[in-house]
């Protein structure tokens, strides 16, 4: 069964303020967020991150990401030696064989099409990924070819 949990920050904030949830729930799950804010002039009404999730968006924004790819790297192999390896050793990750959430976005910001606005939809093109074998937080390198091939184009 669910947890509740909260966090309650009292009193001005004088910087922006970002809050980020992971969830490491094992086999992964949906969050529900609930948030409110008073006294601010310019803030989003849906923070980045949290809009429902599109999945047709989510597979037309790989689609693209897939045609780039398998034309800049011969197969999926290449493909994840020249994008995600370097990346993970940056990490402290080694040769890590799965890709964690909070390193896609190191991965995903080497597609020259993730210039803004394209750029802050790392977050919808690893869930869509994810769920292409397990939903389980990373990305293995299963999954990675999956969406390496998803636009036939290699």
Do not use: H
């Not at 303020?17 to 969050?31: E, H, I």
């Not at 006294?39 to 968006?57: R, T, V």
Request: hydrophobic share 45%.
């Amino acid at each position: 069964e669910g947890r509740n949990m909260s966090v309650l920050i009292i009193g001005d904030v004088p910087v922006a303020l970002t809050v980020a949830l992971l969830n490491r729930a094992a086999p992964a799950d949906t969050v529900a967020v609930r948030y409110g804010y008073q006294a601010l002039s310019s803030c989003p009404s849906i923070p980045i991150g949290c809009s429902k999730y599109d999945g047709l968006a989510a597979r037309a924004v790989v689609s693209n990401w897939s045609a780039w790819a398998s034309t800049k790297y011969l197969d999926a192999e290449q493909a994840w030696q020249g994008l995600c390896a370097n990346v993970l050793r940056a990490a402290g990750l080694g040769n890590a064989s799965e890709v964690p959430l909070e390193v896609w976005d190191a991965v995903w910001s080497q597609w020259p099409s993730a210039d803004p606005p394209r750029r802050a939809q790392w977050r919808l093109a690893f869930r869509y990924i994810d769920a292409l074998k397990q939903r389980d937080e990373v990305l293995s390198f299963a999954e990675f070819s999956r969406a390496y091939n998803l636009a036939g184009v290699g």
